[in-house]
């Protein structure tokens, strides 16, 4: 017996046959090679039975022959099931709508989540997380990854230390860490205030203690400035020395500029190339064509889609090509020795505390060398120089040589 | 006269050689499931059919099967598998 399975892929039709003689039209039928199943008789003159699809032609020729009248009463199978689909398409559409509907709305960012901030705090993710485009209704292919608005979020928002991005389902998960800058507690105990640099001093304000250098002095690091033992020689008494003692100090700072020289940058022309991606093959939807760029880069950024919180094999890609081109920097000798300064300049702000002032500057050698500018350049800066010692038990009696000690060592 | 002969030749062969009759002599292979499924073999065309009765066409005489409810499940050139309640199976030599 035939597996009937294949037949209902091909097509199966019911056959009425009535007359005289049907058994030996079967038999006609059955010597002619043609499958029939289900044999059924309906009253003394008819019976029915099936065969497929492709049959139906080999009956005839018998039938006309025999003293029957044949009729097919009933359609089954794929071609006849594909026929009804069609006449039906509405259901169809409606069940593709309904999917893609679900696929779509699966992919949509459904709720954002902030955990552990302060409602300033999650008031300002919320405006950056708009900003960035991470808002309610937004398919999460348009959005970036995960780890760059964990990135973005803790580079903005000053008040963080750490955010964790999650996204789980439709819903966008942020735990935040933040900043605890708790008010110090303004208790000192007995200190000194000792040099940190080599400096000449041009401004105390002493708000407690007893001055121990002058204006226009010269220190060195760890020499004492402002003690913290006032009162007379005897009765000696220990405070918190505290003040602001502004020193004149100096930073060496070598610069190197070539006059010529080239750069990467991208000139602004890219292209957009969006993909369909089903479980490797890639099937462009938007951005045809070839770029016609000599010097590009490529960014990829894949987005896995989903079916509620099941990943499926499809995912749209978005490959950005941006034109890189090749830019030649010259500069003359003039303009060498400026740039050269502003870069030392920069430089030496990176250094300094943001109070720091800087009073003056002196080229002390300038060079032109293989088509490079070197530049050593001397710093004139003001900058707070105290630093607290606290003052240890026992050492009372001769806080000076205490420090001294310290400069030393 | 002469069929007779040859059939004779024939069941003596099988019975001495110990050879499958139904091979040698054309007879019919009944294989029945319960009551519920009959398939015969060597048959050699289908003579009567209704839901209570088929008759068969047999090399010698013919095969008579009665019940209920007869549905013919596949029929081929020589095989045929009958579905329903089978009473009784009878060969009526003529």
Redesign the interface.
């Known amino acids: 017996?035939k597996n009937q399975w294949i037949s209902g892929l091909v097509g199966i039709v019911r056959v009425k046959v009535t007359g005289k003689g049907?058994?030996r039209f079967?038999?006609q039928l059955?010597?002619n090679?043609i499958?029939?199943?289900?044999?059924?008789?309906h009253g003394?003159e008819a019976?029915t039975?099936q065969i497929k699809l492709n049959d139906v032609k080999k009956v005839r020729g018998p039938a006309r022959q025999s003293e029957c009248k044949i009729r097919f009463i009933e359609r089954a199978g794929g071609p006849f099931f594909l026929q009804r689909l069609w006449t039906n398409s509405g259901f169809v559409l409606g069940g593709v709508a309904f999917f893609a509907l679900i696929l779509f709305l699966s992919n949509m960012v459904w709720g954002i989540e902030i955990k552990g901030a302060s409602p300033a705090t999650e008031y300002q993710i919320r405006k950056e997380l708009k900003e960035m485009g991470v808002k309610i209704g937004k398919p999460q292919f348009t959005i970036e990854n995960v780890d760059v608005i964990q990135r973005e979020l803790t580079d903005q928002v000053k008040a963080l230390t750490w955010v964790g991005v999650e996204l789980r389902g439709t819903t966008y998960h942020f735990q935040v860490v933040e900043k605890e800058e708790p008010e110090k507690p303004k208790i000192y105990d007995a200190q000194n205030l000792v040099a940190t640099k080599k400096a000449t001093i041009v401004k105390m304000f002493v708000e407690e203690g007893e001055k121990v250098v002058s204006i226009h002095d010269h220190v060195k690091p760890g020499q004492l400035l402002v003690s913290g033992l006032i009162g007379k020689e005897d009765e000696k008494q220990k405070v918190a020395a505290r003040g602001e003692i502004l020193g004149e100090t100096w930073y060496k700072s070598q610069v190197e500029l070539p006059l010529e020289s080239t750069f990467q940058v991208f000139s602004g022309e890219e292209k957009r190339k969006f993909y369909l991606d089903i479980s490797g093959a890639e099937i462009p939807i938007w951005g045809f064509g070839k770029h016609e760029f000599q010097e590009y880069e490529e960014e990829l950024n894949t987005h896995q889609l989903k079916i509620f919180k099941w990943k499926t094999p499809i995912a749209v890609t978005t490959k950005t090509i941006r034109e890189r081109e090749e830019v030649n920097r010259s500069y003359s000798e003039k303009e060498a020795v400026k740039r050269a300064m502003d870069l030392a300049r920069k430089d030496i702000k990176n250094q300094l505390p943001e109070d720091a002032i800087v009073k003056g500057e002196e080229i002390l050698h300038q060079s032109i060398n293989n088509g490079k500018v070197k530049l050593s350049i001397l710093f004139q800066i003001i900058e707070d120089i105290a630093k607290s010692q606290p003052i240890i038990q026992g050492d009372e009696n001769d806080g000076r040589n205490k420090n001294d000690g310290n400069s030393t060592s | 006269m002469a069929k007779k002969w040859s059939q004779l030749i024939r069941n003596w062969m099988t019975q001495k050689m110990e050879l499958p009759p139904d091979v040698m002599m054309d007879l019919p292979r009944i294989t029945m499931v319960g009551q519920i499924h009959i398939y015969i073999e060597n048959h050699r065309?289908?003579?009567?059919?209704?839901?209570r009765e088929v008759r068969l066409l047999l090399e010698q005489g013919q095969l008579l099967v009665k019940g209920k409810a007869?549905?013919?499940?596949?029929?081929?050139?020589e095989e045929i598998?009958l579905e329903g309640k089978i009473d009784q199976v009878i060969y009526i030599n003529e």
């Open positions: 017996m049907v058994e079967l038999n059955t010597r090679e499958l029939i199943w289900n044999v059924k008789r003394t019976i039975f | 065309g289908l003579l009567a059919f209704s839901d007869f549905v013919i499940k596949m029929i081929l050139p598998l």
